[in-house]
Every structure is written in structure tokens, then in C-alpha cells.
């Protein structure tokens, strides 16, 4: 397997690394915050962040730098940063792993971005299910409080950081920006209609930046070793490492830090071991649930956000789902849209209503039950969904469907026209509940 150096999993390939205040000052922990309060003013941290070429590690990919920019200079009430922890993406575990076993680098990350945008008041939204997360942040957020990092005066530069953790329902709407905004503030966890944007009406209707785990947890680096050694790592326009999350038929799933741009056959034939049992690779998901599936002619692609995006599907969450030539693509769709159908919030017609409509279809023809008129009135039923509702939640949805009949449209085909399910033969006992 090809050894890349890593960054962000480094202290965790220690195996006496325990995670701890003291093992982590140890590596130098805390040097970067400290740096950027007494040397480095805000607009100068926003432009380092800005020339590294740091990109959302959430889902989005958008530029950090360029993020923190948009909040207001000198506006008249406080200005917040929220760590997005929701983590709730399918097949998606990388900021788990993050917050289990290195926690500080998280919170010197949001202590660094805290002093770029102006903000004295910092949120950690973690995902409900996250039990042992959200203590393991608990704890070293009060060994950071007991060790003077966090609260008053902070470094004696007169800095004072309140950072909160937060608890949410589990629900995965949630991690969608404005629906966590919202929940942090008592509400139903449904997205906000923008604009206005969280730079300018977020928490509370103040400015607001909201970064996820992973990208907080770079910041650190960047300050310490400088934003051209950064730029350096990956493409031009897709920077650093990435964390990939693989899972599904290989021989070593795991999260695997690598540089962006390493093609998707690397990953999945020599940093996953390759396929489980030599089976043949059917497809793949190569950013969370909600992006469309590739096929084995898309190996050679960059795992980049541009080269990605160019054969029809997104980096995301960088959950790679990897499948063999048993998995049955319908299923995969229904099993997906019963997801999605599920966490909806219900806010928009066509998202509440279409993921209904989708997923019976879908039943249908995996039962054995479809008819020839389904697999267009399933593209016509994506088509009054996508672009159509408040958050990207309806172009999460329809991804795989559209692109499980753009791919394997002749396996759709032939669950209708067999009456059955050809890989599950059982389906149709599964319709009958």
C-alpha cells in the first residue's frame, strides 16, 4: 500500500497517543493558536487560509478563506463560529474518528478561525448518536478551559473564546447549515431560505461562519508550516489531504488520509487492498450517499473536487461506498431514497411528497412489481425535485436515482420485464410486507 505522509492522522499512527491535552502539546499543539493572537491580526490569518487553498471538507468543498471573508468587519453585535460535528452522511466516518481520537486539533482549528473572523463565542454541533463523541469533547474541552486556553484573556492577549458544546437529535438534516443553525437555537432543524446567508444573518441573526471537523482541523497546520506547503499538497485548485472514508466490498475499509487528486482505482485497488474476494467492481459512490454512482470506466479520475464534479458526480463527504458485481443497483436506490424519504424534514412539497412517490416506484420494481412507465416517471419525478427546494437536501435525493438509471438503466429493464429481482430473489416476499 503507497505511504503518503499525513497530516491530520499522524499523531493517531502513534499508538501511544492517547488524544490527551498533554500528548497533544506535546506535538506542538496549541503553538498555532498561540502564533495568530500574538502575531498574526485577523485579515492576515484570513489571507493565509485564503492562499493555502483550503476547501470545505463538509460536503460542499467551498473556499474556507474566501468563507471568512464574508463576514462584516465591524458589525454592531457578536459574530459566531459553529463546528459542524453532525456527521450524518451514509458511509461517511471520517470526523468520528477526528473527535474520538485527536480532539484538540479540532479545537485549536476553532480557535484560530474564532480570531480571524472576530468571534468570542464558538458551538460544536455533534450528531445525538454521538455518545462517546460528545464526551470525549467535553473532556478536553475542559482540560483546554482548566489550561487557559479557552475562557479569559487567552495567552494574556486579551482575547476571550467561549466555545459550547452542543447536542443534537440525531437528525440528518442537521448538517445542512441554516437547519443546524436553527436547531442550536431551540427550533425544528429545517433549512433556511437564503439568501440572507449565515456571513451576514446567521446564530441568533448575527454573522455566522459555519466550518466542518476536518476543515477546522487543518487550520493548526496551515499556520504552523505555512499556506505554500499546503498549496503544494494535491491539485492547484483541490489543496491538502483529504480524508476518504472507504467502505463497502474491499479488503481494508477505514478512513485513509491521502493527497487530493490520488485516482479512485488507487484508492480502491491499493489503499483498500482491493475488492473483497476479487469480485468485479460494479460501482461506487465516491462522496456520501447523495452522490450519483460511478461505474468502473470513471477509476482513472482524480479524487478531486473539479475532476469529480466533470464525470457527473461530487467529492462530498468523501464517503467511499465501494460495490461488487452482487450488489443489485435498484435495491441500492431504494435502499438510499428509504433513507432519504426518512430524514426529509418535510419543509418543501416536492422533497416530502417526491421522496414518497420515488421510493413506492422503486418498491415496485424491485418486488417484481414494475411497470414499463416507471423508469421515466422516476426521471420525471427527480426532474420536479431537483433545483426545486430550499436546501441541496432534493439534489441529495434523486443523485443516485438518476444516476443508477443513467448507468444501469438495462437492470431496471429487466426487473421489469422479468418480474423479479435478478441478484435478490426474495425481493418480492419483501413487498408483501
Same mark, same amino acid.
Given at each position: 500500500?503507497?505511504?503518503?505522509?499525513?497530516?491530520?492522522?499522524?499523531?493517531?499512527? =502513534?499508538?501511544?497517543?492517547?488524544?490527551?491535552?498533554?500528548?497533544?502539546?506535546?506535538?506542538?499543539?496549541?503553538?498555532?493558536?498561540?502564533?495568530?493572537?500574538?502575531?498574526?491580526?485577523?485579515?492576515?490569518? %484570513?489571507?493565509?487560509?485564503?492562499?493555502?487553498?483550503?476547501?470545505?471538507?463538509?460536503?460542499?468543498?467551498?473556499?474556507?478563506?474566501?468563507?471568512?471573508?464574508?463576514?462584516?468587519?465591524?458589525?454592531?453585535? +457578536?459574530?459566531?463560529?459553529?463546528?459542524?460535528?453532525?456527521?450524518?452522511?451514509?458511509?461517511?466516518?471520517?470526523?468520528?474518528?477526528?473527535?474520538?481520537?485527536?480532539?484538540?486539533?479540532?479545537?485549536?482549528?476553532?480557535?484560530?478561525?474564532?480570531?480571524?473572523?472576530? &468571534?468570542?463565542?464558538?458551538?460544536?454541533?455533534?450528531?445525538?448518536?454521538?455518545?462517546?463523541?460528545?464526551?470525549?469533547?467535553?473532556?478536553?474541552?475542559?482540560?483546554?478551559?482548566?489550561?487557559?486556553?479557552? *475562557?479569559?484573556?487567552?495567552?494574556?492577549?486579551?482575547?476571550?473564546?467561549?466555545?459550547?458544546?452542543?447536542?443534537?437529535?440525531?437528525?440528518?438534516?442537521?448538517?445542512?447549515?441554516?437547519?443546524?443553525?436553527? &436547531?442550536?437555537?431551540?427550533?425544528?432543524?429545517? +433549512?433556511?431560505?437564503?439568501?440572507?446567508?449565515?456571513?451576514?444573518? *446567521?446564530?441568533?441573526?448575527? +454573522?455566522?461562519?459555519?466550518? =466542518?471537523?476536518?476543515?477546522?482541523? =487543518?487550520?493548526?497546520?496551515?499556520?504552523?508550516?505555512?499556506?505554500?506547503?499546503?498549496?503544494?499538497?494535491?491539485?492547484?485548485?483541490?489543496?491538502?489531504?483529504?480524508?476518504?472514508?472507504?467502505?463497502?466490498?474491499?479488503?481494508?475499509?477505514?478512513?485513509?488520509?491521502?493527497?487530493?487528486?490520488?485516482?479512485?482505482?488507487?484508492?480502491?485497488? $491499493?489503499?483498500?487492498?482491493?475488492?473483497?474476494?476479487?469480485?468485479?467492481?460494479?460501482?461506487?459512490?465516491?462522496?456520501?450517499?447523495?452522490?450519483?454512482?460511478?461505474?468502473?470506466?470513471?477509476?482513472?479520475?482524480?479524487?478531486?473536487?473539479?475532476? %469529480?464534479?466533470?464525470?457527473?458526480?461530487?467529492?462530498?463527504? *468523501?464517503?467511499?461506498?465501494?460495490? $461488487? $458485481?452482487?450488489?443489485?443497483?435498484?435495491?441500492?436506490?431504494?435502499?438510499?431514497?428509504?433513507?432519504?424519504?426518512?430524514?426529509?424534514?418535510?419543509?418543501?412539497?416536492?422533497?416530502?411528497?417526491?421522496?414518497?412517490?420515488?421510493?413506492?416506484?422503486?418498491?415496485? %420494481?424491485?418486488?417484481?412489481? *414494475?411497470? !414499463?412507465? $416507471?423508469?421515466?416517471?422516476?426521471?420525471?419525478?427527480?426532474?420536479?425535485?431537483?433545483?426545486?427546494?430550499?436546501?441541496?437536501?432534493?439534489?441529495?435525493?434523486?443523485?443516485?436515482?438518476?444516476?443508477?438509471?443513467?448507468?444501469?438503466?438495462?437492470?431496471?429493464?429487466?426487473?421489469?420485464?422479468?418480474?423479479?429481482? !435478478?441478484?435478490?430473489?426474495?425481493?418480492?416476499?419483501?413487498?408483501?410486507?
Amino acid at each position: 500500500m503507497p505511504k503518503y505522509e499525513l497530516i491530520l492522522l499522524k499523531n493517531m499512527s =502513534n499508538p501511544k497517543y492517547t488524544g490527551s491535552l498533554e500528548d497533544y502539546r506535546a506535538t506542538g499543539g496549541y503553538k498555532s493558536f498561540e502564533k495568530v493572537l500574538k502575531e498574526i491580526s485577523p485579515a492576515g490569518v %484570513i489571507d493565509i487560509v485564503k492562499k493555502s487553498g483550503l476547501r470545505g471538507r463538509g460536503g460542499a468543498g467551498f473556499p474556507t478563506g474566501l468563507k471568512w471573508s464574508f463576514i462584516p468587519k465591524d458589525p454592531p453585535g +457578536p459574530r459566531y463560529l459553529c463546528c459542524n460535528a453532525d456527521e450524518s452522511e451514509p458511509g461517511t466516518f471520517k470526523d468520528r474518528q477526528l473527535i474520538e481520537r485527536d480532539p484538540h486539533q479540532m479545537l485549536e482549528g476553532i480557535g484560530i478561525a474564532c480570531h480571524a473572523i472576530g &468571534s468570542h463565542h464558538a458551538y460544536i454541533y455533534i450528531r445525538g448518536e454521538f455518545d462517546r463523541g460528545a464526551e470525549i469533547i467535553q473532556k478536553a474541552l475542559d482540560e483546554a478551559y482548566a489550561a487557559k486556553l479557552f *475562557g479569559k484573556n487567552i495567552f494574556g492577549t486579551g482575547f476571550d473564546l467561549e466555545v459550547v458544546l452542543h447536542r443534537g437529535a440525531g437528525a440528518y438534516i442537521c448538517g445542512e447549515e441554516t437547519a443546524l443553525l436553527e &436547531s442550536i437555537e431551540g427550533k425544528r432543524g429545517k +433549512p433556511r431560505t437564503k439568501p440572507p446567508f449565515p456571513a451576514i444573518h *446567521g446564530l441568533y441573526q448575527e +454573522p455566522t461562519v459555519v466550518n =466542518n471537523v476536518e476543515t477546522l482541523a =487543518n487550520l493548526p497546520y496551515i499556520i504552523k508550516n505555512g499556506p505554500e506547503w499546503y498549496a503544494a499538497i494535491g491539485t492547484p485548485k483541490s489543496t491538502g489531504t483529504r480524508i476518504f472514508s472507504v467502505s463497502g466490498h474491499v479488503k481494508r475499509p477505514g478512513n485513509y488520509e491521502v493527497p487530493m487528486g490520488i485516482p479512485l482505482r488507487e484508492m480502491i485497488y $491499493d489503499i483498500a487492498g482491493g475488492m473483497r474476494g476479487d469480485r468485479p467492481l460494479k460501482a461506487v459512490i465516491p462522496g456520501g450517499a447523495s452522490a450519483p454512482f460511478l461505474k468502473p470506466e470513471h477509476l482513472d479520475t482524480p479524487m478531486d473536487f473539479e475532476a %469529480i464534479k466533470e464525470v457527473g458526480s461530487m467529492l462530498g463527504s *468523501g464517503g467511499v461506498t465501494v460495490m $461488487d $458485481d452482487s450488489v443489485c443497483v435498484v435495491w441500492a436506490a431504494m435502499n438510499l431514497m428509504s433513507f432519504f424519504h426518512h430524514e426529509s424534514c418535510g419543509k418543501c412539497t416536492p422533497c416530502r411528497e417526491g421522496s414518497a412517490w420515488i421510493l413506492q416506484i422503486l418498491r415496485r %420494481i424491485e418486488g417484481g412489481l *414494475g411497470r !414499463p412507465s $416507471d423508469i421515466d416517471q422516476l426521471i420525471m419525478l427527480c426532474g420536479r425535485i431537483e433545483g426545486k427546494t430550499v436546501c441541496a437536501f432534493g439534489e441529495a435525493e434523486v443523485g443516485p436515482i438518476l444516476s443508477t438509471i443513467k448507468h444501469f438503466r438495462d437492470e431496471y429493464e429487466r426487473h421489469i420485464r422479468e418480474k423479479h429481482c !435478478p441478484l435478490r430473489p426474495n425481493a418480492k416476499l419483501v413487498m408483501a410486507h
